[in-house]
C-alpha cells in the first residue's frame, strides 16, 4: 500500500488528472449492477402493491430496462472525479503521486505545467488514471474523435 498523502496534494493532483482528463476529451462508461437491481426490485414490490403477481412482473421488467438503460452512460472523467468519495481520491492520488514524487511543485498550476511539459510523466500519470478507471471502477473508456 502507498503512503498517505497530504490534503493539499490531493487537491493538487485531482486537478492535474482532472486537467489531463480534459485535455483528452476523456469519457468513461462506469458499470453498475448494484443500482439497477435495486431499481428492479424496487418497481417489482411497487408493481405487487398495485397490480398483484402480474404487477410484480411488469414492475421487475420495466426497472431492469430502466436499469439496463442508464448503466452504460458515457460521463465526463472530470465529472466523475469531482463526485469519487474522498477514500477513493485518496487511493487514485496515492498511485499517481508515484509517477510525480521527483518533481518539485508549490501549486497546482506549477504541477500541470511540469507534468504536461514531460511526455514520459504525463504518459504515466494518464496510465494511472486509466488504470484506476478500467480496474478500479470497471469503466469502459472513450476519448475525443
Same mark, same amino acid.
Given at each position: 500500500?502507498?503512503?498517505?498523502?497530504?490534503?493539499?496534494?490531493?487537491?493538487?493532483?485531482?486537478?492535474?488528472?482532472?486537467?489531463?482528463?480534459?485535455?483528452?476529451?476523456?469519457?468513461?462508461?462506469?458499470?453498475?449492477?448494484?443500482? /439497477? &437491481?435495486?431499481?428492479?426490485?424496487?418497481?417489482? #414490490?411497487?408493481? *405487487?402493491?398495485?397490480?398483484?403477481? @402480474?404487477? !410484480?412482473?411488469?414492475? /421487475? &421488467?420495466?426497472?431492469?430496462?430502466?436499469?439496463? #438503460?442508464?448503466? *452504460?452512460?458515457?460521463?465526463?472523467? @472530470?465529472? !466523475?472525479?469531482?463526485?469519487?468519495?474522498?477514500?477513493?481520491?485518496?487511493?487514485?492520488?496515492?498511485?499517481a503521486m508515484?509517477?510525480?514524487?521527483?518533481?518539485?511543485?508549490?501549486?497546482?498550476?506549477?504541477?500541470?505545467?511540469?507534468?504536461?511539459?514531460?511526455?514520459?510523466?504525463?504518459?504515466?500519470?494518464?496510465?494511472?488514471?486509466?488504470?484506476?478507471?478500467?480496474?478500479?471502477?470497471?469503466?469502459?473508456?472513450?476519448?475525443?474523435?
Open positions: 500500500m502507498l503512503a498517505s498523502v497530504s490534503t493539499v496534494c490531493v487537491n493538487d493532483l485531482m486537478v492535474l488528472l482532472t486537467h489531463i482528463a480534459t485535455v483528452i476529451g476523456m469519457k468513461a462508461a462506469v458499470t453498475r449492477s448494484r443500482p /439497477g &437491481a435495486t431499481l428492479a426490485g424496487a418497481l417489482a #414490490i411497487v408493481g *405487487g402493491m398495485l397490480g398483484g403477481p @402480474p404487477g !410484480i412482473a411488469v414492475g /421487475g &421488467a420495466v426497472g431492469g430496462l430502466i436499469g439496463w #438503460i442508464t448503466s *452504460g452512460q458515457f460521463k465526463s472523467v @472530470p465529472q !466523475i472525479l469531482m463526485e469519487l468519495p474522498a477514500a477513493e481520491k485518496q487511493k487514485l492520488c496515492a498511485e508515484a509517477a510525480v514524487k521527483n518533481l518539485d511543485w508549490t501549486d497546482a498550476a506549477q504541477l500541470i505545467a511540469l507534468v504536461m511539459s514531460n511526455s514520459a510523466i504525463r504518459d504515466k500519470v494518464l496510465g494511472v488514471l486509466t488504470t484506476y478507471l478500467t480496474n478500479g471502477l470497471n469503466a469502459k473508456l472513450k476519448y475525443r474523435k
